[in-house]
């Protein structure tokens, strides 16, 4: 394995619980009824659902626009929230100075990747390829995503070790020919190996071990 390709929320940070109650604000502000439960089914399909899909339920498509937008600054303005995982930016720093070239897939919207980066401090440059939802047609659970991810990073999918946290995640780097680590930030160990996962940790930082272990 020579590439490493990131997931972003569940991996480096956890942005769900932001995301989620900027969406629901502006949802209010525009007088959308919704809850959290709405979300779940859309959680790592790219957060623009969380907006799009109460409002056409209302019959409010001519809001869609506006309260997107709403929702991004509502999420901006709360970035001093944001949870990012102690391991994440030592395990970049890690790989990087072990040689490894780094990749970034995420289902999110570039404007909050790119603001969920700088919140946690970690140098966009740190990835040779950053995908976001915009960049890709299918989403996970489709190895579109990932697939496109390594010819980015100009890799064969065989090189490349994915690091995930959700089931979807799982099956999309599965699909797409790749060994996946999967963290147990959002599921539980066992339901992470049967949707695929050939490594499972606690904590990323063990990741070091794997692709060391892995040469």
């Given at each position: 394995m020579k590439y490493i390709i990131f997931d972003m929320d569940g991996v480096i940070v956890n942005s769900e619980p932001i995301i989620m109650k900027a969406a629901l604000d502006a949802l209010a502000y525009g007088g959308v009824a919704a809850d959290k439960s709405d979300f779940m089914q859309f959680i790592g399909a790219g957060e623009e659902h969380f907006i799009i899909f109460p409002c056409r339920r209302a019959g409010r498509e001519d809001l869609i626009e506006p309260l997107?937008?709403?929702?991004?600054?509502?999420?901006?303005?709360?970035?001093?929230e944001l949870e990012v995982f102690p391991s994440a930016k030592p395990l970049i720093e890690g790989l990087k100075e072990a040689g490894f070239?780094?990749?970034?897939?995420?289902?999110?919207a570039r404007r909050?990747?790119?603001a969920s980066l700088n919140a946690?401090?970690?140098d966009p440059?740190?990835?040779d390829a950053i995908l976001s939802g915009s960049d890709v047609t299918e989403k996970k659970p489709s190895p579109a995503p990932y697939l496109l991810g390594a010819e980015r990073l100009g890799a064969d999918p065989s090189q490349c070790l994915v690091?995930?946290?959700?089931?979807?995640?799982?099956?999309?780097?599965?699909?797409?020919?790749?060994?996946?680590?999967?963290?147990?930030?959002?599921?539980?160990?066992e339901e992470l190996k049967e949707a695929g996962a050939d490594y499972v940790v606690d904590?990323?930082?063990e990741v070091l071990?794997?692709?060391?272990?892995?040469q």
């Open positions: 997107t937008e709403q929702m991004f600054l509502n999420f901006e303005s709360s970035l001093d070239t780094l990749g970034l897939v995420s289902s999110a909050k990747l790119m946690a401090q970690i440059s740190s990835f690091i995930e946290d959700a089931l979807s995640g799982v099956k999309s780097a599965k699909s797409a020919g790749m060994t996946c680590a999967a963290v147990t930030t959002s599921f539980s160990a904590d990323i930082i071990k794997i692709v060391s272990e892995g």
